[in-house]
């Protein structure tokens, strides 16, 4: 059973400093990586992808990918209250048919003023 | 303006009344897909296509029927609705292929099966 992995939270962190996501999975073959926000009751928004070892950077955005460790996370600088929310981690794995894409579970965030 | 569609957002049945939700997308997406979410559960697919006449199960297919005769729309059936259908559902779409993965998802259904 191939899965992905995320501590459900809630994470607290201040107003304006960096907030770290982290995701693991288990198939090794996973190719495509994925963060997604939901705000409550909203549907999930992307704000990343990430194909390749090491960081990706967008904005205030940074996801990190480390396939030997099986691990890919997303840093948030200078978080805002805005940035409260759940974020979900996605990978897509490859089949003998198809690709299969996972979600975790979310971390919920809380960015406090 | 590029979005996926669904209708409609928010449904109150009874057991056993057959129904539909649609889904549409306007960007020529091959894949699409459709996902319950539960609280603690986390999102889990339902069914997905990656074409045109192509569908295959998700993790959790069963009470569900999907179709897709055209490459925008892939509504969801529910042929005899149960109270543990009742869940927020979305359907998502994507490029499709390699590793263009990246998902659109729509606004969200709630659906209660009373």
């Known amino acids: 059973q191939k899965e992905v992995e995320q501590n459900s939270g809630p994470l607290s962190v201040p107003e304006g400093a960096i907030a770290s996501l982290n995701c693991t999975y288990s198939?090794?073959?996973?190719?495509?990586f994925f963060w997604y926000r939901q705000y409550s009751g909203k549907s999930p928004e992307l704000i990343m992808s990430?194909?390749?070892?090491g960081d990706k950077e967008d904005g205030r955005f940074t996801a990190q990918l480390n396939k030997a460790s099986q691990y890919v996370s997303l840093l948030i600088r200078d978080s805002q209250p805005s940035d409260s929310a759940t974020y979900l981690c996605?990978?897509?794995?490859?089949?003998?048919?198809?690709?299969?894409?996972?979600f975790g579970k979310g971390t919920r965030l809380h960015i406090l003023p | 303006e590029a979005q996926v569609t669904q209708n409609p957002r928010y449904l109150i049945t009874v057991t056993g009344k057959k129904l539909t939700v649609t889904c549409s997308q306007n960007?020529?997406?091959?894949?699409m897909s459709w996902y319950r979410q539960d609280p603690g559960l986390g999102l889990r697919q339902i069914y997905y296509?990656?074409?045109?006449?192509?569908?295959d199960k998700g993790d959790v297919p069963e009470g569900y029927k999907v179709s897709r005769k055209e490459k925008r729309n892939f509504p969801l059936i529910l042929e005899s609705p149960s109270p543990n259908q009742t869940s927020l559902y979305f359907c998502?779409?994507?490029?499709?292929?390699?590793?263009?993965?990246?998902?659109?998802f729509g606004p969200g259904t709630r659906l209660t099966v009373t």
């Open positions: 998502a779409s994507s490029p499709g292929g390699g590793l263009t993965y990246e998902q659109y």
């Open positions: 198939d090794r073959g996973s190719q495509s």
């Open positions: 990430i194909y390749s070892n």
């Open positions: 996605a990978v897509m794995a490859p089949t003998n048919r198809d690709d299969k894409i996972i």
């Open positions: 960007m020529n997406h091959e894949y």
């Open positions: 296509s990656m074409n045109v006449e192509v569908t």
